[in-house]
């Protein structure tokens, strides 16, 4: 593998680039007989696409979503499943000035350094663009999820030093109605209101900003994830910190569970009923790498998109030292419309590791 794939026995391949023709995916491991709600797909990549409010990129795509394979009479055939995006608003020409330029903290140089040749217009395969492939795939991820009754929700927690409060005990489907009645996608309206002005005020400087995403998933059912190197949260992690502008990722307690002591941090079992429960859930939800039936919950933090609207010093591919200033359409904060990709990105994993929980025992 060329670090295109992810997965095991449910795996995707992605392809294609910021500006080429199309992005798209390729599915293979999903069962045979699952119904492909395209509806839905579509949805969750509209979650994602760009141009959606006044502080996201104004880049207009559509990201209509074609099923090449895999498909027939509405249900999955257990073949690989092909899905196509094509590109339809690329503007290569705001790229020109960076055709020899290495933008700060972009991956032009790394790409040069590592293949010795790169797409500069957008980043190429370095783009986010290539994101709205998981998305596609995740969707179909969350459906088959849906038959086995997990459910996944993250909203934008946090935009720069903005926090907002820990999740309230609704229901998904309550959550999600709060979360999409806002455009910066925070599950809290009053915070949502202070988050949205704040990233307009930064987009009018011609700057950006960071945040974070939380994510809860419910009803896993206990016994999912590999003991040793595939730990659940191990495979949540990669997953995560594969999504372009990721710089940190935190299960349970995360960073903060280095500041207790053990008899604070102890998630203490609770008896009775047909499955464990445990009066608090530092853990997050898994333990020794294995889910344990509570919530899985954790934490991805966004750094600020490295494009900004200010001259910076930089060097070119001669090693010269020259100036660069973006240009183009790009997000001020990537946090709203990166939901979906962490939801798309946890389904991922839970359908890999629930299809392979399937092999751990006789009976």
Same mark, same amino acid.
């Given at each position: 593998?060329?670090?295109?794939?992810?997965?095991?026995?449910?795996?995707?391949?992605?392809?294609?680039?910021?500006? !080429?023709?199309?992005?798209?995916?390729?599915? $293979?491991?999903?069962?045979?007989?699952?119904?492909? $709600?395209?509806?839905?797909?579509?949805?969750?990549?509209?979650?994602?696409?760009?141009?959606?409010?006044?502080?996201?990129?104004?880049?207009?795509?559509?990201?209509?979503?074609?099923?090449?394979?895999?498909?027939?009479?509405?249900?999955?055939?257990?073949?690989?499943?092909?899905?196509?995006?094509?590109?339809?608003?690329?503007?290569?020409?705001?790229?020109?000035?960076?055709?020899?330029?290495?933008?700060?903290?972009?991956?032009?140089?790394?790409?040069?350094?590592?293949?010795?040749?790169?797409?500069?217009?957008?980043?190429?395969?370095?783009?986010?663009?290539?994101?709205?492939?998981?998305?596609?795939?995740?969707?179909?991820?969350?459906?088959?999820?849906?038959? #086995?009754?997990? /459910?996944?929700?993250?909203?934008?927690?946090?935009?720069?030093?903005?926090?907002?409060?820990?999740?309230?005990?609704?229901?998904?489907?309550?959550?999600?109605?709060?979360?999409?009645?806002?455009?910066?996608?925070?599950?809290?309206? +009053?915070?949502?209101?202070?988050?949205?002005?704040?990233?307009?005020?930064?987009?009018?400087?011609?700057?950006?900003?960071?945040?974070?995403?939380?994510?809860?998933?419910?009803?896993?059912?206990?016994?999912?994830?590999?003991?040793?190197?595939?730990?659940? #949260?191990?495979?949540?992690?990669?997953?995560?910190?594969?999504?372009?502008?990721?710089?940190?990722?935190?299960?349970?307690?995360?960073?903060?569970?280095?500041?207790?002591? !053990?008899? /604070?941090?102890?998630?203490?079992?609770?008896?009775?009923?047909?499955?464990?429960?445990? =009066?608090?859930?530092?853990?997050?939800?898994?333990?020794?790498?294995?889910?344990?039936?509570?919530?899985?919950?954790?934490?991805?933090?966004?750094?600020?998109? +490295?494009?900004?609207? #200010?001259?910076?010093?930089?060097?070119?591919?001669?090693?010269?030292?020259?100036?660069?200033?973006?240009?183009?359409? #790009?997000?001020?904060?990537?946090?709203?419309?990166?939901?979906?990709? =962490?939801?798309?990105?946890?389904?991922? =994993?839970?359908?890999?590791?629930?299809?392979?929980?399937?092999?751990?025992?006789?009976?």
């Amino acid at each position: 593998m060329a670090g295109n794939t992810f997965g095991t026995l449910f795996s995707i391949s992605t392809f294609g680039e910021s500006h !080429g023709i199309a992005i798209g995916v390729i599915i $293979d491991g999903c069962p045979a007989g699952l119904p492909l $709600d395209l509806d839905f797909i579509q949805a969750e990549l509209d979650k994602r696409r760009p141009g959606q409010s006044k502080i996201t990129t104004q880049r207009k795509e559509s990201d209509t979503v074609q099923i090449l394979s895999g498909i027939f009479e509405g249900k999955s055939t257990g073949t690989p499943i092909a899905l196509l995006i094509p590109n339809e608003d690329q503007r290569s020409k705001d790229y020109n000035h960076n055709q020899t330029v290495y933008r700060p903290s972009h991956a032009d140089y790394t790409y040069d350094a590592k293949y010795g040749i790169r797409d500069h217009r957008g980043g190429g395969r370095s783009s986010a663009r290539e994101t709205a492939a998981r998305v596609a795939a995740g969707a179909i991820a969350k459906l088959l999820l849906k038959h #086995h009754g997990i /459910e996944i929700f993250a909203h934008v927690s946090a935009v720069g030093t903005i926090q907002a409060p820990q999740l309230q005990a609704l229901e998904i489907p309550e959550l999600l109605q709060i979360r999409e009645e806002n455009i910066v996608r925070c599950a809290d309206p +009053a915070v949502a209101k202070e988050m949205i002005e704040f990233i307009d005020s930064i987009r009018k400087d011609g700057d950006t900003v960071g945040g974070k995403v939380s994510c809860i998933i419910r009803n896993c059912p206990a016994g999912i994830g590999e003991p040793v190197f595939d730990k659940l #949260h191990a495979e949540l992690g990669k997953a995560m910190l594969s999504i372009n502008a990721v710089h940190g990722f935190e299960y349970g307690s995360g960073f903060s569970g280095s500041e207790m002591r !053990g008899s /604070e941090h102890n998630d203490i079992f609770l008896s009775g009923g047909t499955r464990a429960k445990t =009066v608090t859930n530092f853990s997050g939800g898994i333990q020794g790498g294995i889910s344990n039936g509570m919530e899985i919950t954790f934490n991805v933090a966004f750094k600020p998109v +490295a494009t900004i609207m #200010h001259s910076q010093q930089t060097i070119n591919a001669a090693g010269e030292v020259t100036e660069i200033k973006g240009k183009g359409r #790009h997000d001020p904060c990537v946090v709203p419309r990166a939901v979906v990709i =962490v939801e798309a990105m946890a389904a991922l =994993v839970i359908a890999d590791l629930l299809l392979r929980n399937k092999t751990s025992k006789l009976f």
